[in-house]
């Protein structure tokens, strides 16, 4: 059973340009978590969503980014006209059930390193 | 004052000693997380804890709810250990982090 898996694991992206995120939960995990981390700081809420829904774009910026998880095929995180400020680590994690709980373990991807050049 | 602290913020010890990274909270939570972030940036993690005491391995993580606070130990240490080690605290799925330690085993 292959863990989450992101791609690609290094994006070099020019100011301007789009960067897509993709992330493939865990088999069975219908629940998909984007988190950010910028240089120095630990990582951020971006959202939550599951299949065919977001459920809380609370830790998103406002413009420019969007993310959708089809009920076929990864989730996506789209950076529209990147900027410098842009680059960091994106991570995405999944989980089986819903929120809440003790019970909920979340399992990680090894991240996206985005460079916005 | 961070919601989530996390001691030493780095930490140097030889192959074999037995480590102690400590993690206090001030937030209620739902969960504790610890994660191991390796060098090329790549997160497992390690446990999730809401009460007692998890063992894996090598690895022991315990929490005290009344206290807020929760230790990650290592037992035998070995260079391979050599990762920065993250708590971080769950209320439903957001998470808090704190800033990590960064552990050198040295052989």
């Known amino acids: 059973n292959a863990g989450v898996m992101q791609n690609p694991r290094h994006l070099v992206r020019r100011r301007g340009q789009e960067a897509r995120l993709r992330c493939s939960p865990m088999?069975?995990?219908?629940?998909v978590y984007w988190y950010r981390q910028l240089p120095e700081e630990g990582l951020k809420f971006m959202v939550y969503l599951q299949k065919e829904n977001i459920i809380d774009e609370s830790g998103m910026p406002k413009e420019r980014f969007s993310a959708e998880f089809p009920k076929e095929g990864p989730s996506i995180l789209r950076i529209q006209q990147v900027v410098r400020g842009d680059s960091a680590a994106y991570f995405c994690a999944s989980s089986p059930r819903e929120t809440g709980g003790p019970q909920m373990k979340l399992f990680f991807g090894s991240g996206t390193q985005l460079s916005v050049l | 004052k961070n919601e989530v602290e996390q001691s030493p913020q780095n930490l140097t010890a030889q192959e074999g000693e037995f480590i102690t990274i400590n993690c206090s909270y001030s937030?209620?939570?739902?969960?504790l997380h610890w994660l191991q972030q390796h060098p090329g940036g790549g997160i497992v993690s390690l446990f999730m804890?809401?009460?007692?005491?998890k063992k894996h391995g090598r690895l022991i993580a315990t929490i005290n709810i009344q206290e807020k606070h929760s230790s990650l130990h290592i037992t035998a240490s070995h260079p391979r250990d050599s990762a920065v080690y993250i708590c971080a605290v769950r209320d439903n799925y957001q998470l808090i982090w704190g800033a990590g330690t960064k552990l050198i085993i040295k052989p």
């Open positions: 937030v209620g939570i739902s969960a």
């Open positions: 088999k069975g995990h219908s629940h």
């Open positions: 804890l809401s009460s007692g005491k």
